[in-house]
């Protein structure tokens, strides 16, 4: 049984094929380029106001995700993590959290298992069969195109938080900052 969104204080979330729609585009021997969805930066800003920490895991190491993960505050980037539950595991012991406290969003065959443990999990719509099979949400975006925001946003609405977010927007005081 999965967790109720109000018990979710910790997002995890994939980045290649969730944050992006899992191109690398290499310019030359050592840069690469990255393609990121702007409403999935306002989305790790409205978590983070609403004390939902987001941290990034990925298997892969990339300078371009560095700078995109310091523009939008998020401190918790763990890149070249082979073992993904394992990482999970020490992030979790680390924030001094349970798994039935983490939402998980993954995409490939890397992420069943901390998805398997998660109080929530989530699969982009273009996810790997047998990752969109055992999610608990089933997206209807695809990874690059909103997959993250359409998760925040989904669980701010189910935590009764989305209402007020968007009061703040219509009166012109955002606390969020550009994503």
């Not at 018990?7 to 979330?13: E, K, M, V």
């Not at 998020?74 to 012991?93: R, V």
């Not at 935590?159 to 703040?168: K, P, V």
Request: net charge neutral; hydrophobic share 40%; glycine share 8%.
């Amino acid at each position: 049984m999965p967790a109720r969104a109000l018990d979710i204080r910790l997002i995890i979330s994939d980045v290649d094929g969730v944050w992006t729609d899992g191109k690398i585009i290499y310019a030359g021997e050592t840069r690469e380029i990255k393609e990121f969805n702007v409403r999935d930066g306002l989305a790790a800003k409205l978590a983070q106001k609403v004390g939902i920490t987001v941290a990034l895991l990925t298997s892969r190491r990339s300078p371009t995700l560095v700078r995109r993960a310091r523009e939008l505050g998020i401190t918790e980037l763990h890149q070249g993590s082979a073992n993904k539950l394992d990482a999970c595991e020490k992030l979790i012991k680390k924030l001094m959290l349970r798994f039935d406290q983490v939402l998980y969003l993954g995409d490939d065959l890397p992420d069943l298992a901390p998805m398997s443990r998660a109080g929530i999990s989530a699969a982009p719509a273009d996810a790997a069969t047998e990752v969109f099979d055992a999610a608990y949400w089933k997206l209807q975006s695809r990874g690059g195109q909103g997959a993250f925001r359409e998760t925040v946003e989904r669980l701010l609405r189910e935590r009764g938080d989305w209402t007020s977010i968007i009061e703040d927007f219509k009166s012109g005081k955002p606390e969020a900052q550009s994503s």
